[in-house]
């Protein structure tokens, strides 16, 4: 490769995504709404992309989300890393939606709202520079909608949080995390701790991890 090629990989909620960029130039990318297999589809995803993927620099999803495609995500980036001897770095998925409603027409401050588990959603405010503006919060659908939060709200729960609202003032973008869309994360959100965001206790364990490419 004579030029920086990255790697992003979304798998923390039920959208699965890969995308291989030269610079910030998409080469390649797909994404796909599974729900459940993000093991068994990723790898081959990744395989696909020019150059089975090779990069120098690798994205990859921190969550919160699914417990187990979290760590999917994380043990996949971690093993391509050491396989390419690329560097790693985790970015967190209500971040990349905020970012992906912002480019959508927000441009102002976004409120996100994610499935979570048992029942409740994953709420989080960013403002108008895709910053979080507080720690990621799990809440029953009720206490979401009582809570105060931004006129734009993206997510795949934004139009039932909207739907729940006092206020007609809402605008709900029903948005999943897509790799193809990570040039638009603020560079600050990127981090070395690959270390999951959970927001909640988890609720599964992978009985295996996805494996490194050849």
Not at 66 to 73: A, E, K, N
Not at 105 to 131: R, S
């Amino acid at each position: 490769m004579t030029s920086h090629r990255t790697l992003a990989i979304d798998c923390a909620t039920a959208a699965c995504s890969v995308a291989l960029f030269e610079r910030e130039r998409l080469l390649s990318g797909v994404h796909e709404v599974l729900g459940r297999g993000h093991a068994e589809r990723l790898v081959p995803m990744i395989a696909d992309l020019p150059e089975k993927g090779r990069a120098d620099t690798i994205l990859v999803s921190l969550g919160p989300g699914s417990f187990t495609g979290v760590r999917i995500g994380i043990a996949t980036a971690r093993a391509l890393g050491f396989a390419w001897q690329a560097e790693v770095l985790g970015y967190p998925t209500l971040a990349l939606v905020a970012a992906m409603a912002r480019a959508d027409d927000a441009q102002g401050p976004v409120t996100v709202c994610m499935n979570g588990g048992h029942g409740e959603w994953f709420v989080q405010d960013f403002d108008a520079a895709g910053l979080p503006q507080a720690q990621v919060a799990s809440l029953a659908p009720a206490a979401a909608a009582a809570r105060d939060f931004h006129a734009t709200v993206a997510g795949d729960r934004a139009a039932e949080l909207v739907g729940d609202a006092p206020h007609a003032r809402h605008r709900a973008s029903d948005i999943l995390p897509d790799a193809r869309a990570t040039p638009l994360l603020p560079k600050t959100l990127l981090t070395h701790d690959l270390g999951p965001i959970y927001g909640r206790g988890p609720d599964a364990t992978p009985s295996a991890l996805a494996g490194a490419a050849r």
